[in-house]
């Protein structure tokens, strides 16, 4: 099994600038995460969908951060305009079910100078 | 100026060992408990759960102790390895309209010496 697949897996930009991370959940998977991990606040949810819809959202920290996910083998995290304080590692994961058992991805790690 | 990060407990233990690592939650409504393993440059990896109507789950060298009456969680790893080392995360969940979110707890940092 590929598992969960995020792409890039580095990227460094400027501030200012938009900023898209792309996760693939294993197949067959209907539920979709993404979390934020840094020194500062540890691991982070951000957002949850189940069956392609956004469930939960209160973690997304501002009007910056938008996600979508327009089927079930694919979401988009994106961060316009990103800041130096976005830097972390953005991880995404996919469960079976909603509830399920988490399977994580390998992680993206932005920069943001 | 100085960015201050969590500090993350540590556990250092010597290969053959057995490990302890323990957790406190804080959601008395959450239901669902699992420890996560995180190795450096990796995501986290699911090791073992358990729901709030055990207090005991055994798996392959793993055992998992759930304490409700204190919201107190651990973590046993017997015959420690150094494949072992890593970061372990406790996560607990919830029913209702939080089902499937999970909150992950600091983390603890085990060193296993060969």
């Known amino acids: 099994d590929a598992g969960v697949i995020q792409s890039p897996r580095h990227e460094v930009t400027e501030m200012g600038q938009e900023v898209t991370l792309r996760c693939k959940p294993i197949s067959g998977h209907n539920s979709l995460f993404w979390y934020r991990q840094t020194m500062m606040r540890g691991l982070e949810l951000l957002i949850y969908f189940n069956n392609n819809v956004p469930i939960d959202d209160s973690g997304m920290p501002e009007d910056r951060f938008s996600a979508k996910m327009p089927n079930a083998s694919f979401s988009t995290l994106k961060i316009q305009p990103s800041e130096p304080r976005d830097s972390a590692v953005y991880f995404c994961?996919?469960?079976?079910?909603?509830?399920?058992?988490?399977?994580f991805g390998p992680g993206t790690r932005l920069t943001v100078t | 100026g100085e960015s201050v990060g969590l500090h993350l407990p540590t556990l250092s233990v010597q290969e053959g060992d057995n490990s302890i690592i323990n957790c406190a939650y804080s959601?008395?409504?959450?239901?669902?408990f699992i420890w996560y393993k995180q190795e450096s440059g990796k995501g986290p990896q699911f090791i073992i759960d358990?729901?709030?109507?055990?207090d005991k789950r055994q798996g392959q060298r793993v055992t998992v102790l759930l304490n409700k009456t204190v919201k107190h969680l651990s973590l046993q790893i017997a015959a420690t390895q150094p494949g072992d080392s890593a970061v372990y995360f406790c996560a607990e969940g919830s029913g209702g309209t939080s089902y499937g979110k999970l909150t992950f707890g600091q983390g603890t940092i085990l060193t296993v010496h060969p």
């Open positions: 358990i729901r709030s109507n055990m």
């Open positions: 959601n008395s409504a959450s239901d669902y």
């Open positions: 994961a996919s469960s079976l079910f909603q509830g399920g058992q988490q399977y």
